[in-house]
């Protein structure tokens, strides 16, 4: 499976973005997926993920009611919607897929993608 992370950039405290990951190399429909980030000097964490058909969602605390995980199946490629967003929202994001079941955990995931910087300023 490959996975390509893109839509990131630099936006102001209080914006929005929408980050985007194309998969290729495996059907879509048959890998969970997820979003992680890695701050500067910090560990990779788990930021939301989605299950195969899209029904069941799951976000880390700090995220829930400000970002939205989606997927469209059709076009083979996840989302991540942020909102709200705020200065320690700052990381690249990853984006990663597991032919097992929907996780939380980084060891979870068997594929990455290459991760997308996200700047938020004030």
């Known amino acids: 499976v490959q996975l390509q992370a893109f839509g990131g950039g630099l936006v102001q405290a209080g914006g929005s973005l929408r980050l985007s990951c194309a998969a290729s190399?495996?059907?879509?429909?048959?890998?969970?997926l997820g979003w992680f980030r890695q701050a500067p000097g910090k560990e990779r964490t788990f930021v939301a993920a989605i299950s195969r058909s899209g029904g069941s969602t799951f976000y880390e605390d700090s995220v829930k009611g400000r970002f939205a995980i989606s997927r469209d199946n059709a076009k083979n490629t996840l989302y991540l919607q942020m909102n709200s967003l705020k200065l320690e929202d700052t990381a690249v994001y990853y984006c990663a897929a597991t032919q097992g079941l929907t996780a939380t955990r980084r060891s979870s995931y068997e594929y990455w993608g290459q991760g997308t910087l996200v700047t938020v300023s004030s």
């Open positions: 190399g495996l059907t879509f429909i048959t890998l969970a």
